[in-house]
Every structure is written in structure tokens, then in C-alpha cells.
């Protein structure tokens, strides 16, 4: 049971490295898409909002990695 334990680990470990990087790129994508489908944002201005969103993310990261 312990080494399924440590498998699960390691496997979520691969995909996820930073928890609130991944929580916020969730929220991102799940507010971007909610403005597109209920606000009738354009998928077009969508699509500049997850990718500024996504690099604001990262670089904040960043920014909690170098300093910690």
C-alpha cells in the first residue's frame, strides 16, 4: 500500500510542481471561458486574456521561486 503511495506521489508530482500555479491557470481557464460562453466575450479577446493571464501567472511564480 505504501508503494502506491509513493507511485501516486511521484505521477502527480510530474504534473504538477507548482500547486498554485496550477490552481490559478484552472481559475483562469475557467473564468475566460465562462466570460466567452456567458458574457459573449469574443473568443478572439479570449484568447489574449489566457495568454496574458497564463504569462502573469508563470512570471509571478517566477517570482515566488527566486525569492523563496
Known sequence: MKLLAVIWTET???FVDDGALA???VA???A???AVK???LSPI???VLL???CLAAL???LLRKTRG
Open 12 to 14: 502527480l508530482g510530474m
Open 23 to 25: 490552481l490559478q491557470a
Open 28 to 30: 483562469l481557464i475557467a
Open 32 to 34: 475566460v471561458a465562462a
Open 38 to 40: 456567458i458574457l459573449g
Open 45 to 47: 479577446l479570449g484568447g
Open 51 to 53: 495568454l496574458a493571464g
Open 59 to 61: 512570471g509571478l511564480s
